[in-house]
T-cell receptor
Framework: KAGVTQTPRYLIKTRGQQVTLSCSPI?????VSWYQQTPGQGLQFLFE???????NKGNFPGRFSGRQFSNSRSEMNVSTLELGDSALYLC???????????FGPGTRLLVL | GEDVEQSLFLSVREGDSSVINCTYT??????LYWYKQEPGAGLQLLTY?????DMKQDQRLTVLLNKKDKHLSLRIADTQTGDSAIYFC?????????????FGRGTQLTVWP
């Protein structure tokens, strides 16, 4: 089975722009979670989706949003980018919510 | 489930055993995980242990769980240079945060030839 895929792998944006990241879960997995990884804050939970519904949200401003489609693919969007949004964004999928999460390779975002 | 702690660095010689330690906060956590991250990569699931177990062995990996002390450890036998990476301990949230993972800061394992 193919693993979790994330696109794009690398992205450079400037402050004020917006960005959309995409995640395709492992086939058959219905839950997708997003995490932000930075050297300063480590790994922080953004949100979790299951069956197109957001089940859980971390402590991030409203500029961070996401959605899940009927095929379980998920996107996250960050609007009005700030320098501090530079990070590795990791997506993880699980068969159902509250089960073991498998991570993708991440999207590395650099905000200039 | 919000304060998982790990030591930041560990150096071992190739062929020796490595032991990475972790303390977690929520005694009712159901699953505890170990993930590995190599440079420029995502997180690779190494192993996990259910909270009603004390020990789990998987080839070179041994996980020990002490629920009383909320202490989790990962032992890597016969450590190889390819094991050099960052290792993260994670616990699953409970209640309103069920399903979300809380991670430690990661332990950078360096294996010397």
């Amino acid at each position: 089975k193919a693993g979790v895929t994330q696109t794009p792998r690398y992205l450079i944006k400037t402050r004020g722009q917006q960005v959309t990241l995409s995640c395709s879960p492992i086939s058959g997995h219905r839950s997708v979670s997003w995490y932000q990884q930075t050297p300063g804050q480590g790994l922080q939970f953004l949100f979790e989706y299951f069956s197109e519904t957001q089940r859980n949200k971390g402590n991030f401003p409203g500029r961070f949003s996401g959605r899940q489609f009927s095929n379980s693919r998920s996107e996250m969007n960050v609007s009005t980018l700030e320098l501090g949004d530079s990070a590795l964004y990791l997506c993880a999928s699980s068969l159902r919510d509250q089960e073991t999460q498998y991570f993708g390779p991440g999207t590395r975002l650099l905000v200039l | 489930g919000e304060d998982v702690e790990q030591s930041l660095f560990l150096s071992v010689r190739e062929g020796d055993s490595s032991v990475i330690n972790c303390t977690y906060t929520d005694s009712s956590s159901t699953y505890l995980y170990w993930y590995k991250q190599e440079p420029g990569a995502g997180l690779q699931l190494l192993t996990y242990i259910f909270s009603n177990m004390d020990m789990k062995q998987d080839q070179r990996l041994t996980v020990l769980l002490n629920k009383k002390d909320k202490h989790l450890s990962l032992r890597i036998a016969d450590t190889q240079t390819g094991d050099s990476a960052i290792y993260f301990c994670a616990e699953v949230g409970r209640g309103s945060t069920l399903g979300r993972l809380y991670f430690g800061r990661g332990t950078q394992l360096t294996v010397w030839p």
